[in-house]
Antibody, heavy 120, light 109 residues
Framework: QVQLVESGGGVVRPGRSLRLSCAAS????????MHWVRQAPGKGLEWVAV????????YYGDSVKGRFTISRDNSMNTLYLQMNSLRAEDTAVYYC?????????????WGQGTLVTVSS | EIVMTQSPATLSVSPGGRATLSCRAS??????LAWYQQKPGQAPRLLIY???TRATGVPARFSGSGSGTEFTLTISSLQSEDFAVYYC???????????FGQGTKLEIK
């Protein structure tokens, strides 16, 4: 069955870096766009970044542009999110999700999420 | 950026009743609109994409409609498992800057 398993979350000090990973299985990972979506504690969903199926295009939300980098390794069926210059407002559960349809816009597969806490 | 506004913020409906959730876009999203359901401690679940197409395994009591700037999710004959938070999500614009609504909490009346 389809699985997306995030890892790499934890507690980090402001200004530091963290890399999240998302291991995919049960579907043809290399055919899908992929997203990172986050959710601050008690808040709604916020789209973070998307990467095209082949890594050829990458787009970011305004709040993370210039600080976060999305990438993928199709040979390893793995999605990454490199997060630099972390701020307290980046504290959230980070979900990886598949991208399908127009602009790879909707997500039929989601991971369980990994919590990132930015705190001194 | 397309801003998505959901209403109401909270909706109280009795089991067996009908729920109508609204989502408005600040500019046209065409039919590139999805609805997600999220329960506490769980990841979102895709319900509707393309404004009106049910995702695999989604019961027929869930239906989506609308285009452009006005969208509706209707849940007929509410079951206990339907009480959750619902988000609309547009994926229309280019370059892609996907945006979610702030959510509607559907609670038991």
């Amino acid at each position: 069955q389809v699985q997306l398993v995030e890892s790499g979350g934890g507690v980090v000090r402001p200004g530091r870096s963290l890399r999240l990973s998302c291991a995919a299985s049960g579907f043809t990972f290399s055919s899908y766009g992929m997203h990172w979506v986050r959710q601050a504690p008690g808040k709604g969903l916020e789209w973070v970044a998307v990467i095209w199926y082949d890594g050829g295009f990458k787009y970011y939300g305004d709040s993370v542009k210039g600080r976060f980098t999305i990438s993928r390794d199709n040979s390893m069926n793995t999605l990454y999110l490199q997060m630099n210059s972390l701020r307290a407002e980046d504290t959230a559960v980070y979900y990886c999700a598949s991208g399908r349809g127009y602009n790879y816009g909707y997500s039929d597969y989601w991971g369980q999420g990994t919590l990132v806490t930015v705190s001194s | 950026e397309i801003v998505m506004t959901q209403s109401p913020a909270t909706l109280s409906v009795s089991p067996g009743g009908r729920a109508t959730l609204s989502c408005r876009a600040s500019q046209s999203a065409s039919t590139n609109l999805a609805w997600y359901q999220q329960k506490p401690g769980q990841a979102p679940r895709l319900l509707i994409y393309g404004a009106s197409t049910r995702a695999t395994g989604v019961p027929a009591r869930f239906s989506g409609s609308g285009s452009g700037t006005e969208f509706t999710l209707t849940i007929s004959s509410l079951q206990s498992e339907d009480f959750a938070v619902y988000y609309c999500h547009q994926y229309n614009n280019w370059p892609p800057t996907y945006t979610f609504g702030q959510g509607t909490k559907l609670e038991i009346k």
